[in-house]
Structure formats: C-alpha cells, structure tokens
C-alpha cells in the first residue's frame, strides 16, 4: 500500500531545491547522461513532455535517511512542509540512486554531502494543511514538528491517504501476480473497511498496470481514442461481481481500457455490446446528444475481441440482450 513521506523544506537548501527541481521540473535531457537507457526510457514514458519534477535527500548521519528512502515506492504520496503548514503534496513515481546526478543538480551542502537518494514526483498539487490537523489525523501530539525526511508507517499512512482522499490517477503502486491471486483467493470484498479498500485499490492496480505498463496514455477498447490514462478504466467485460476466482485470475483476457468519456458507462449499462468483434447498439435510445455518441461509436472494431475473449463479451452481450436498459 502506498505510504507517506514527510519532507520539511524550512532550510534554505531545501527551498531552493523546491524552486529549482519541483516548481520548475528538471528538462529529461538534462537528467539522459547520468542514467542507464532503461532508467532514461522509464521516465520518458512517464513523463512524456520530458518535464521531470524531481528530489533529492542526503544519506544522512548512518545512512538514517538512505534507510528510509529504501522504503519509498511508486505511489506513494509526499508532503512538502514548511512554517507548520503542509503547503504541497505529489505522487512518487520513481526512484534511484545517482550522486552524479544530484551534483549536477544541487551540487554539496556544508558537509560535502549530496542529495543523491532521488526520488521522481508528479501530480504535485498545492494546498494548505495545518500542522495540527495532519498530528490529529495520525493521532501524533497536538504540537509535534516535522522535524527531518520521514516515511510513515502503514497505519498512518493510510490514515492521512484516506483522510485527505489521496490516492494518485496516474502512479500504479506496484502488485505482484502473486499478490493478485492472494487477494481474488482469500478476500472477501464484503469488508469494505480500511483494509478492503486497501485490497480494492491493490486489485485495480494490478489490473491497470497489466494494461497500461509505465504508459501514461492508451487507447480506449472501444472508441479507440487515446486518452491520459487517468481517463480511462480498467473495465471487467464480464461483469466482475459476476466472476468466478477462475474468471477473474483469468486476467490478461477479462479487462480491457474503456475512456470515462462515455465508453465505460455505455458498456457497464449494455447501451453498447460486441459481435462479432465490432461495436453495436443495444437498440436503446432516449437522447439526441446520446444517439450522436452512439452514432460516433457503432461499427468501430474492437481490438480486444479474439478467441480468447470472445466468451465475455458474449456473456456481457447476452446478460444487456432482454429489454432492461433503463
Ligand atoms: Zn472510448
């Protein structure tokens, strides 16, 4: 699950870095020579205007804050902090290790050191939080400072992260298959306490990065536009509450990318079905401006129709074929 990190920027330091590396995001080409092609790759899919927002901490005495950076995964959520205000909160993408990098960026504080445990962000969002209000969320004394780099632990973190209601568009925190199955197998999703939610969200992380890898943008299975993936879903075409375990292990054939511009919508109520691998109207109708999209719809291929898929969307053509589309 995704954590919160705490990054006060009181010192003068951290301020500048915050105007230098965040308010005005790092250009790719800048960071191309100090990192591997992979890494490079990484993050021109992720960012594709090649605008990085990036940061950076020292190793800290004993590598206290290196330790901590090791917990940082993608998803997770940073709290920029100053002058008992949280002024700004982003969604870690990606991290890695790079002094020459971070010299080239920030060069040495006072103790020689750099600020090379980096650490990539995006979604960053201002805001005004109160210091007491966060302590109060995380159940912390009324007065505690942010006093240095912190991660919190899980609990807390999913205190804040509901709390505020933050969860990214865009990062996919990452699950493993294995994780996956342990979820569909063991969890019941009557639960939709802290805890399901949680399992909810790893679940639809799983499958949104099963069809969209690092991509920041992809094309919807039935429109076939290509959006930001914020604006797409990961649509079961069989019905998930409607699957079997087997079904929805089944995952690299159950879900395909539908926009939120009113594909997902058209589906999810059987306004729209496939045969046969092409688009069709469930003959229902009640608008004009709903038949104009319709119009701009039907026919389409569907790209995602194949032998392997074709028993799903057969289900979800026959559960739409009696009259109840309402
Ligand atoms: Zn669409």
């Keep these: 699950m995704s954590r919160v990190i705490l990054q006060p920027t009181g010192n003068k330091d951290a301020r500048e870095h915050y105007v230098d590396t965040l308010v005005r ?33 020292t190793p800290g005495v004993n590598n206290v804050n290196a330790n901590k950076w090791s917990k940082i995964q993608p998803a997770d ?54 210091i007491s209000l966060f302590n109060k969320v995380v159940d912390y004394a009324e007065n505690y400072k942010v006093q240095g780099f912190a991660v919190l632990d899980e609990d807390k973190s999913e205190s804040v992260l509901s709390y505020f209601g933050l969860h990214s568009e865009t990062v996919i925190q990452p699950v493993s298959e294995v994780e996956y199955q342990n979820i569909i197998e063991n969890f ?16 639809q992380g799983f499958l949104r990065t099963t ?6 943008t992809s094309n919807c299975g039935i429109c076939g536009k290509e959006y930001p993936i914020s604006f797409l879903v990961a649509a079961h075409i069989k019905k998930r509450s409607l699957c079997s375990k087997e079904e929805k292990l089944d995952f690299k054939n159950i879900i395909m ?66 009259s109840k589309v309402r």
Aim: proline share 3%; with cysteine.
């Design 257 to 322: 990318p539908m926009c939120k511009f009113g594909c997902d919508d058209l589906f999810e109520k059987g306004y729209i079905t496939i045969l046969n691998g092409t688009v069709k109207s469930n003959g229902k109708t009640s608008t004009e401006a709903l038949e104009n999209y319709l119009n701009s719809i039907v026919g389409k291929k569907c790209d995602y129709w194949n032998e392997s898929t074709v028993n799903y969307f057969e289900w979800h053509r026959h559960h739409h074929s009696l």
């Design 77 to 130: 959520v940073t709290f920029f902090s100053a002058n008992k205000i949280l002024y700004s909160y982003g969604f870690v993408t990606f991290k890695i290790q790079n002094k020459q990098l971070a010299q080239n960026l920030w060069g040495f504080n006072i103790k020689g050191e750099t600020w090379e445990y980096i650490y990539f962000l995006d979604e960053i969002r201002e805001h005004d939080i109160q």
């Design 188 to 203: 019941d999703w009557k639960d939709l306490d802290t805890e399901g939610k949680s399992k909810s969200r790893a679940e």
């Design 211 to 216: 069809l969209f890898r690092n991509k920041t």
């Design 25 to 57: 995001p790092v250009d790719i080409l800048r960071i191309k020579p100090f990192v591997s092609s992979e890494e490079y790759n990484y993050l021109k899919d992720m960012y594709p205007d090649g605008l990085v927002p990036t940061w950076g901490v």
